[in-house]
């Protein structure tokens, strides 16, 4: 068994991608594109695997000022596509292509599944507020006005008389979609 | 911020795209890229080892040497590559710093060599990595203590400081009796009285003999006043030389205070209690106590052993270690007294009557002494004597190798000192060795351009040829320096030779050749002393130069001056421009000697208090010229405005005053 692991751990030790090809095909990125991009993540991540932990701390140092762990919790779900629990090439890759180069329907898509934790295809309250807290937390506590323990909720609130079209307490994808779209430009 | 961390960012800024539906303001534009290239690779040749590197990844320390436009300074047009003179190994470093964002110091390369290329590479010592910093600063530490060494023991030695007070210097005396050969004999001379103190203490209570009344006496008794007068003499000496290092010190307070000085009186604090007190009987018995004293004397030996020095020092700075021996012992010792009492208790005529009583047991046995002058009988007694000296081996053995260890790294770092001190005079000759050689091979070029005027001049141009041995061009090029600032100082490279000063006496009217001969003569004796002193002694020179200028005085009598104060005019107005002052080329004035009486003139007053203010430095210009290449009389020469004077303006650089 102990043999074994050892195997199994010197396997994982590193991650090939696949090929530049598929990758091109997945993505619409450039070949030279795609060339820098995985020379600066291989740079970064020699294994080319990335863990919750390592993404959480290098997610935290853009926000010395608060608490950037939950969000990047979040956002490393939805950049997980796989739920492999650790952050690919691919992953990024695709999703980096999504951010920058998809449509306007693709971001959007993108967003609602970022907020949608437990992927059922609709937003519920709780979720949306454990997003906005997180996003609060990333804030930090030395901002003017001083924050509220109420910000969040209130924001939530905010959110869903927009989006809630029936006013059941869920945000379906149609509704978020349609309101986004009508409120206001979205994918500069 | 990181440069690994800043790769993320571009991907941190992509998933802000997540904000925007809950946003209620709107977001603010993004900064705009400019100059957004295509990456590139750019090759870095460093003294032919190519690197190559992406140029972003040099651009991410935009304020290092590779990260700006400073390395455009370096940019090799024929081979497209960035050419850097400098140590590739090194190299290797910085660029992996440019490439992970950590610095690392590598352990083989020397700490001054790798600092001057950071500093070279705008990269500041600071960002080194926790991996290698503390490494890196050991390092620097040991170098900059050495430093201070050497300077340290350089200004001591040098001998040339400013005069010091009469204190000071018997203080430095007393410190360090290398200093003069006073101090060495005042040195030995307390060491023997020390020596001789001593053994009188010893001998003092030898029995030598009896006297009729068939008595033991100690030799201290019989010849009683032979004794007194020797102790007498040694604390005299030491009363003097106590007095006069109190005298001297820095600051008296420390040094009573010190543990030298507090050894020094209570070594002869028991003579004078001696003296004061009188043959009174309850006291005489305290004061053989004092005499106990005496024996102190045998600590002033530190002053004269690094040893002892060493070992007191030792002590001192284990005292820790010694307090948890003498601890450690103490329980022990109480614990197995006890245990030795209790055991022995029973046993009958027992000699552990208490437990204090059974300390001296039991540190006779922990230390592994038994003087058996106290044993246990009983077998519970023995039991437990055995375990006491067992641990006693163990107890005593366990802070012992730490002191030793102490003692032992203080003393090869005084090994250290010694051998740097050592190295340093040999490192030290060397440097002079080479200073000597570098100045006489000036002086030699010297003799040789001189020469060469003296053959121009006589027209035998083939010899010249002969005297030009081949000197590199830097070494012209130094030498032309060198000469420069002799002229401008007026003074010249000799050394401090007495003969000089004979014959600048005897030099009073004197052609060409044969103050050639005289030049030619003070070099030679000038390189075969030279070693003795490098500061030209201002009094030959002045003697020097007075005699060039009484000699020039002499020529100009010769001259048709219609225009000398004219030049002395020019030479005022020319005084904003630059100058040239006093210092002469004899050459120059009997080659041109029509031509350069005027100026002659001019430099007169100049010469006669031989200063400077400023120089011209000319381009080193034709031979035939300018020999010596500098040093033009000033351009005002009015009426002899020949070819030679206006080639001499234009070849004149006017360089800024001193």
Not at chain 1, 143 to 153: G, L
Not at chain 2, 585 to 611: F, V, Y
């Amino acid at each position: 068994a102990d043999s074994s692991e050892a195997e199994l751990e010197l396997v994982a030790a590193r991650h090939q991608p696949e090929g530049l090809e598929q990758l091109l095909a997945r993505t619409k990125f450039t070949k030279r594109e795609l060339q820098s991009l995985y020379r600066g993540f291989k740079n970064e991540c020699p294994s080319g695997l990335v863990d919750e932990e390592t993404f959480k701390l290098i997610y935290s140092q853009f926000f010395p000022q608060g608490d950037a762990s939950s969000y990047a919790h979040f956002l490393f779900d939805a950049f997980d596509a796989d739920r492999s629990g650790t952050l690919c090439f691919q992953d990024f890759a695709v999703g980096l292509s999504v951010l920058l180069r998809g449509t306007v329907r693709q971001k959007l898509e993108w967003a609602f599944n970022l907020y949608d934790l437990n992927k059922d295809g609709c937003i519920s309250k709780e979720e949306m507020l454990e997003i906005m807290k997180s996003i609060y937390d990333m804030m930090g506590s030395c901002t003017h006005p001083p924050p509220r323990d109420s910000a969040a909720a209130e924001h939530v609130e905010l959110f869903f008389q927009k989006m809630d079209r029936n006013g059941d307490g869920l945000v379906t994808f149609e509704e978020f979609l349609e309101t986004c779209q009508r409120v206001r430009s979205i994918g500069r | 911020m990181a440069a690994g961390v800043a790769a993320w960012l571009p991907f941190a800024r992509a998933a802000a795209i997540g904000w925007m539906p809950v946003a209620n303001c709107p977001m603010p534009l993004a900064p705009t890229e400019k100059n957004k290239r295509q990456d590139e690779l750019i090759i870095l040749n460093v003294s032919g080892r190519r690197f190559q590197t992406w140029r972003t990844t040099l651009e991410r320390y935009p304020d290092t040497l590779l990260g700006s436009t400073e390395k455009e300074f370096f940019f090799n047009e024929d081979t497209k590559e960035y050419f850097f003179d400098r140590d590739p190994e090194v190299f290797r470093c910085i660029l992996n710093f440019y490439r992970t964002g950590k610095l690392h110091y590598p352990r083989y390369e020397c700490i001054s060599a790798y600092d001057e290329e950071l500093a070279f590479y705008g990269i500041l010592p600071e960002i080194i990595g926790d991996c290698c910093y503390e490494e890196y600063k050991d390092r620097k530490r040991e170098n900059a203590e050495r430093l201070m060494d050497d300077n340290d023991s350089e200004n001591n030695q040098e001998g040339s400081m400013p005069s010091l007070s009469f204190r000071q210097t018997m203080w430095r005396a007393f410190e360090n009796p290398h200093t003069s050969t006073l101090a060495l004999v005042f040195y030995y001379v307390t060491g023997f009285f020390i020596a001789v103190s001593v053994i009188t203490n010893v001998v003092e209570t030898v029995p030598c003999g009896t006297v009729p009344g068939n008595k033991e006496l100690p030799c201290g008794e019989r010849y009683a006043v032979a004794f007194f007068c020797l102790d007498t003499a040694c604390v005299m000496i030491f009363t003097v030389e106590y007095l006069l290092r109190l005298f001297a010190a820095p600051s008296r307070y420390r040094f009573i205070r010190s543990v030298m000085s507090i050894i020094d009186v209570v070594a002869i604090m028991p003579y004078y209690i001696g003296l004061v007190m009188t043959n009174n009987e309850d006291v005489s018995g305290a004061f053989v106590t004092l005499r106990v004293f005496r024996v102190f004397r045998i600590f002033k030996f530190s002053r004269h052993s690094q040893g002892l020095r060493i070992l007191g020092y030792t002590l001192k700075s284990c005292a820790s270690e010694l307090g948890f021996l003498l601890f450690s012992l103490t329980m022990a010792i109480i614990i197995f007294a006890t245990v030795m009492f209790y055991a022995e208790k029973g046993s009958s005529a027992s000699k552990f009557t208490s437990i204090p009583a059974s300390f001296w047991y039991t540190i006779v046995t922990m230390t592994t002494l038994g003087y058996g002058d106290m044993v246990p009988k009983t077998i519970a007694g023995k039991i437990f004597g055995s375990i006491c000296s067992l641990s006693g081996v163990l107890v005593i053995a366990l802070p012992v190798p730490v002191i030793v260890s102490n003692f032992s790294r203080i003393y090869h770092q005084n090994q250290r000192a010694d051998k740097r001190r050592a190295q340093k005079k040999a490192r030290l000759a060397r440097i002079r060795v080479a200073k000597t050689g570098s100045s006489n091979a000036y002086l030699h070029s010297k003799r040789n351009g001189l020469l060469n005027e003296a053959l121009e001049l006589t027209g035998s141009t083939d010899d010249e040829q002969h005297m030009t041995k081949g000197t590199s061009l830097i070494e012209s090029q130094h030498h032309h320096l060198l000469h420069c600032l002799e002229k401008t100082t007026g003074l010249s490279y000799l050394v401090d030779d007495p003969l000089l000063s004979v014959r600048t006496s005897t030099i009073k009217n004197h052609e060409f050749i044969d103050e050639q001969l005289f030049e030619q003569n003070c070099m030679e004796s000038s390189m075969q002393n030279y070693p003795s002193s490098r500061s030209p002694s201002l009094s030959s020179h002045h003697g020097l130069t007075t005699s060039c200028c009484s000699r020039r005085n002499k020529k100009t009598t010769h001259l048709p001056n219609s225009s000398v104060p004219a030049t002395r005019l020019r030479s005022m107005q020319e005084l904003s421009t630059i100058h040239i002052q006093c210092s002469e080329q004899p050459s120059l004035t009997t080659s041109r000697s029509s031509l350069n009486m005027k100026s002659d003139d001019g430099l007169r007053p100049n010469c006669k208090t031989a200063q400077i203010t400023t120089a011209i430095i000319s381009i080193p210009t034709p031979p035939a010229l300018t020999p010596e290449g500098e040093s033009r009389p000033p351009p005002s020469s009015p009426s002899h405005s020949t070819n030679i004077s206006t080639t001499t303006t234009s070849n004149i650089v006017k360089v800024s005053a001193l």
